[in-house]
């Protein structure tokens, strides 16, 4: 009984699948294919060797043997062939190649009637087109016989004639209908790795490109469209829903022209590449726009082999190098072969997260260390130098939060400015050879704590390299996407929330930069520097957070969200400044960098600023502090003297 249920639940799950007929139908159908190359080449093509009818039965008979017994022992017959790829007809080739070297054998060792070795070769080879074409038309009819199109519709016939397979199911009906910007490379792998899975939620309909020799032309049965082709109401007969781009190399104005004439007409866009946060061992996959895409730029690539060289085999310690940049420093700097990374942090979590990506990513091949502890414990950091010797300090460490440290001035002066002091007299004493210091566009004319704080670390470098023996130098650049202390996760949230978002100032214009670009140029800037200089990344055009936002609100597909002002926050201003004094910038070998040289302090200047900062952190009161700063900060100025020049 147990027996019968069984057998009936196998036939009903066949019948379901298709697998077993199909594999006994596709041997009925090389059968088939056999007889009539048989007959063209054993009956009706004489030749010199002309055949009795017992020699064709013979020559029949051994050919059969070798061909069919090659691909059954090679599971040609259980391969799915709906779904199969080129490994799929290597196999082929090669169980065929083995019958042919088979009946060679048994053809001269046993006594049948002979036939020439190119009678022999073309009987086996012709039989192997054969199958190879019907294998291929197959799965032709199986992936095209579902579009809404004569031949579809032809080929859907067909297939269920020859088959019984139905090529427009359930399933493949529910899948979304893309088109694809751009037939490259990138475009056609997308393709093929969708028609390739069945379990892919996508099946592209087209492709959509502007080269002349492409367009007009079918990859893969995909039709190729140029952008005027691709009108609304061609891309709505072909059922399209939502619109790919897989060009990375689009110009960035094409980039935006495009994102925004196809938002506009309501579809949704995803990209097809790597992700723009880069990680340890990323690959290209399908993913939504990522924020940092919004600006439209080109990513700046400013890293080089003369840094790549600088870095490798040299000892690194990477002050807060669990954060935000300090996490990308490190990525950048584990493909440079360096022989030690160490990452000094005083939160442990982060510090753990890019501990476990790197040594996933580069296993025992790359040495790290993790050491947890403030830069502002100065006893805690003298015995992380006397263990390792750095020979090269990035200082990423620092409180960052523009409003936060307005009310915590005496913590941002202390972990900031005498963090800081603290690493450049611990790289004098251990004979360091190079520290780089992470500054920002907010040191410029700064008009809160935060900015100040990051100035006055910006004095304290240039003035050690006019007196010390290690090299120096700082590099400033402007928001950073993605960071902690980013707007961009704010607004995620608010989105996320139903809104509304948040806006200080809808004048507010910022310059941006993602992650990789901001890491890269610190560690070029500090390969190149020769002593004391502050490089300034020529950032290109600064954005507008407003339009940062509305991007935003429009990427997410929610309708009805509200922007809202709320006005500037303490110590915020409305643009922010890339440099000082722009008539003293020199130029570098990359285009994109500059240096602004400004006159250095001397060190006595520089302690008598750092001593009036103790004596009024001392006293615990942030307006003290804050006043102190002021007072030793020249530039430091109230956000009304700044935005009173442009409201």
């Not at 600064?542 to 936002?549: E, F, N, S, T």
């Amino acid at each position: 009984m147990n027996s019968t249920n069984e057998t009936k639940m196998d036939m009903k799950q066949a019948k379901q699948n298709n697998t077993p007929n199909i594999r006994w139908t596709l041997v009925g159908y090389d059968l088939i294919v056999y007889a009539l190359v048989a007959v063209i080449l054993l009956v009706l093509y004489g030749g010199m060797d002309k055949l009795s009818t017992v020699g064709i039965f013979q020559q029949v008979g051994l050919s059969v043997l070798c061909i069919f017994t090659a691909r059954l022992i090679g599971k040609i017959y259980g391969q799915v062939w709906r779904y199969g790829g080129i490994q799929c007809y290597i196999r082929l080739l090669f169980t065929d190649s083995i019958a042919f070297v088979a009946y060679l054998c048994l053809e001269l060792l046993l006594p049948v009637q002979k036939i020439t070795f190119a009678r022999l070769l073309s009987l086996v080879s012709l039989n192997l087109l054969g199958a190879l074409a019907l294998r291929m038309m197959y799965r032709y009819a199986y992936k095209c016989g579902n579009q809404e199109t004569t031949r579809g519709k032809i080929l859907s016939i067909l297939l269920h004639i020859f088959s019984g397979i139905e090529a427009g199911n359930e399933k493949e009906v529910q899948k979304i209908k893309v088109a694809i910007i751009g037939a490259g490379r990138v475009g056609v792998s997308l393709a093929e790795e969708l028609l390739n899975n069945s379990e892919a939620a996508y099946v592209p309909r087209c492709f959509i490109d502007i080269n002349k020799e492409k367009v007009g032309r079918d990859i893969h049965g995909i039709p190729v469209w140029s952008e005027t082709e691709a009108t609304f109401k061609k891309l709505g007969e072909f059922e399209v829903q939502e619109i790919i781009f897989a060009i990375p190399s689009m110009d960035a104005a094409k980039k935006k022209s495009l994102y925004e004439y196809y938002k506009n007409a309501g579809y949704k866009l995803k990209v097809y590449d790597y992700p723009t946060m880069y990680v340890a061992g990323g690959k290209r996959h399908l993913r939504e726009f990522d924020i940092e895409e919004l600006l439209f730029r080109k990513p700046l690539v400013v890293s080089d082999e003369r840094t790549n060289a600088y870095y490798k085999d040299k000892v690194v310690l990477i002050t807060g190098g669990g954060g935000s940049i300090g996490s990308e420093l490190c990525r950048q700097l584990a493909k440079m072969n360096p022989k030690k990374i160490i990452i000094l942090d005083i939160y442990e979590n982060g510090a753990y997260d890019v501990q476990q990506e790197l040594k996933i990513a580069y296993g025992n091949k790359l040495d790290l260390q993790i050491e947890i502890c403030s830069i502002t414990h100065r006893k805690a950091l003298e015995r992380v130098f006397e263990k390792y010797h750095p020979q090269i300090i990035i200082n990423a460490a620092a409180h960052k939060h523009v409003p936060l440290m307005e009310h915590n001035c005496v913590e941002a002066i202390y972990n900031n400015v005498f963090g800081t002091q603290n690493l450049v007299e611990l790289c004098e004493e251990y004979d360091a050879e190079r520290f780089m210091m992470v500054s920002t566009d907010k040191a410029v004319n700064p008009t809160n704590v935060m900015g100040a704080t990051k100035r006055m670390c910006e004095m304290i470098v240039q003035s050690a390299s006019t007196h010390g023996k290690v090299k120096y130098s700082a590099t400033r650049f402007g928001n950073v996407l993605g960071s902690a202390g980013s707007v961009i996760p704010l607004f995620k949230r608010q989105i996320a929330n139903g809104g509304p978002v948040t806006v200080t100032d809808k004048r507010i214009i910022r310059y941006f930069m993602t992650i990789p670009e901001a890491s890269q140029l610190v560690l070029q800037s500090g390969a190149i520097a020769n002593n004391g200089e502050l490089f300034v990344l020529d950032m290109g055009q600064p954005v507008k957070i407003m339009d940062l936002a509305e991007n935003m609100i429009r990427l997410s597909g929610v309708q009805g969200i509200e922007i809202i002002e709320t006005g500037l926050r303490p110590g915020e201003k409305l643009y922010e400044e890339l440099l000082v004094k722009t008539e003293e910038l020199d130029k570098t070998d990359n285009s994109l960098i500059f240096i602004e040289r400004d006159t250095a302090l001397s060190k006595e200047e520089i302690y008598r600023k750092i001593d009036v900062l103790r004596n009024a952190c001392d006293t615990g009161d942030d307006l003290i502090a804050k006043e102190a700063l002021r007072s030793v900060v020249p530039t430091f100025k109230t956000p009304e003297e700044v935005n009173k020049e442009i409201a």
